[in-house]
């Protein structure tokens, strides 16, 4: 069953959102050579607990990893897809990629959104893996208009993604979003015609991310069972934003 919400809990959600937009404003502006993934971690942790938030992440159990994950934010540099773990370790240099996912719940109320940010100059190919990758997000979020189908939003990524020569990750989706992290319908970046396709009503909110490699569209699991890589060792980019269908269109709440 998808959950709508009334107009006074989207704006629950909108405050939500809007904090995790703050978060990752700040951490695109700490992102620089010399900087850990830990460091991003530490600013994060301080401004949900700053604003009086919980962290969505932090502590959220996943039957396949075996166990709650243990950080407020999600680091995935480079060939790391998605759920990379912050370390001291991983210092972050110039031509690299980080996407920085986060979600906060605020009286009960989820925001979860996502960037991949280029460290120093990156190369002209992976400047394209990022422009496309966001473009695919933004055709998405025109399409949750009441009337649509969940299909027009998964398939306006598919193409766009793949009519530019990179590729959609298969294993990991996108999710309804509200008084849990994760709630219907998953939201796959591609059509599979063997899934339900709803209809988009007022008041549906969805966390739509797409992950996209710029080489084969595998990926496996490190044996930290948290950390998801391409195949290949190609670079992935992955954006994510939480977009409410109301009467006046799209509205997304994690973006200002
Ligand atoms: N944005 C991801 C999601 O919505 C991140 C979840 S990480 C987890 O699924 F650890 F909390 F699972
Ligand atoms: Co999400």
Redesign the pocket.
């Known amino acids: 069953m998808i959950i709508r919400k009334s107009p006074a809990e989207l704006e629950k959600m909108r405050r939500a959102g809007l904090l995790v937009h703050e978060i990752l404003k700040h951490l695109q502006e700490m992102v620089s050579e010399g900087v850990t993934t830990l460091d991003l971690e530490t600013a994060a942790e301080k401004m949900i607990r700053d604003a009086g938030a919980k962290p969505?992440?932090k502590g959220?159990f996943?039957p396949a990893?075996g166990g709650k994950?243990p950080f407020v934010l999600?680091t995935s540099v480079n060939h790391e897809v998605?759920?990379g773990m912050p370390s001291a370790k991983r210092v972050l240099k110039a031509g690299d990629i980080v996407s920085v996912?986060t979600?906060v719940s605020l009286e009960g109320y989820f925001g979860?959104s996502?960037v991949t940010i280029p460290v120093g100059e990156v190369s002209e190919q992976v400047r394209r893996l990022l422009r496309v990758t966001s473009e695919s997000l933004d055709l998405a979020i025109d399409q949750m208009r009441a009337g649509n189908r969940l299909f027009d939003v998964c398939g306006v990524v598919e193409r766009h993604v793949t009519s530019n020569g990179f590729s959609i990750v298969r294993e990991?989706v996108?999710?309804g979003?509200g008084t849990s992290?994760?709630e219907e319908p998953q939201v796959p970046n591609y059509v599979d015609r063997r899934n339900e396709n709803p209809r988009l009503k007022e008041g549906m909110v969805l966390?739509i991310?797409p992950m996209v490699n710029a080489g084969r569209p595998e990926t496996k699991v490190m044996p930290d069972r948290?950390t998801a890589v391409t195949k290949d060792g190609s670079y992935a980019a992955h954006f994510?934003h939480c977009v409410a269908v109301t009467a006046n269109g799209p509205w997304v709440l994690t973006r200002p």
């Open positions: 969505a992440f959220y996943v990893a994950y999600c998605v759920h996912d979600g979860d996502a990991y996108g999710h979003i992290l994760h966390a991310e948290w994510e």
